[in-house]
């Protein structure tokens, strides 16, 4: 049996998390990544609190690239995995020699790829919602027929973004969920960037300094009364019913009129038998 690697006594390191808000209805879907070659998938009411688990996924989901249609109906993914496997199955049901890398549309919390794209060249990959029905692909081709779609999805229509890249879908998703770009990263300036990012919603403000030497922290800082402790904090957002909620150390939370409460503790959580860190 794998264990996993330290001393007996050293505890599991805690899960990282990042949420995509719906724009359109009190959903959110949770990526808790952790042990590090698992991923899950959570949908959340924020209305109710209500979480619904969803699928492990061995291997790792790029939430930065990946978007939750305004409904909170679909997820589109940009997810890796590189296991001999898993490229064994792809070669033998799509015929394809290249699959560490993949774009997908899924009912969240749920894995099972609706609509399915090959990863390309580096830096293709994911997309962001126009609307409900209307999908547009992050992808360096000039026509969507370039693109090899392995499965359509049912019910949405899809398009190349007018912008390539991670940055500009990352960014358009952040603002249809109520997010101002205050500053950007200069023209021209690669990934890692010199310049930093400067977001605003209402009383909340997130930096994101820009990198040095492929390692960077995302800062948030709230301007309005009674300031929440944010010191540790991974995201942070306002959800549909306006209230702080954020992450920090595999827990999620909101604040309110009391202070902080704990809302979930995915730190619990265990992928399926057998795992081990690394």
Not at 160 to 177: C, D, N, V
Not at 184 to 196: H, I, L, R, V
Not at 221 to 240: C, E, F, I, K, M
Request: hydrophobic share 35%; glycine share 8%.
């Amino acid at each position: 049996m794998a264990h996993a690697k330290g001393p007996p006594d050293t505890l599991p390191a805690p899960a990282r998390i990042w949420v995509l808000l719906a724009s359109e209805a009190s959903t959110a879907v949770i990526f808790r990544r952790g042990p590090s070659r698992w991923t899950r998938l959570y949908l959340w009411d924020t209305a109710t609190d209500t979480l619904t688990p969803g699928s492990w996924f061995a291997g790792e989901l790029y939430p930065l690239k990946s978007d939750l249609s305004p409904d909170g109906k679909h997820l589109v993914y940009y997810a890796r995995n590189e296991s001999k496997n898993r490229l064994e199955r792809a070669r033998a049901e799509w015929g394809v020699d290249h699959f560490w890398t993949w774009t997908a549309v899924c009912k969240p919390p749920w894995v099972k790829a609706l609509g399915l794209w090959e990863g390309g060249l580096p830096g293709d990959g994911g997309g962001v919602f126009c609307d409900s029905r209307t999908l547009w692909l992050n992808y360096y081709v000039q026509s969507l027929a370039q693109v090899k779609t392995l499965r359509q999805p049912p019910g949405l229509a899809t398009a190349l973004y007018p912008e390539r890249g991670h940055r500009p879908i990352w960014t358009a998703a952040m603002k249809r969920t109520g997010w101002h770009l205050l500053q950007t990263p200069e023209a021209g300036d690669g990934y890692p960037f010199a310049s930093q990012f400067l977001l605003q919603k209402q009383e909340l403000e997130l930096r994101i300094p820009g990198r040095e030497r492929q390692q960077f922290t995302d800062e948030y800082r709230w301007h309005g009364p009674n300031p929440p402790d944010l010191s540790g904090v991974t995201w942070a957002d306002l959800d549909q019913q306006g209230r702080l909620v954020y992450a920090r150390a595999g827990r999620i939370y909101a604040q309110g009129a009391q202070g902080e409460r704990e809302v979930f503790n995915l730190n619990t959580h265990r992928p399926p038998m057998p795992w081990r860190t690394s």
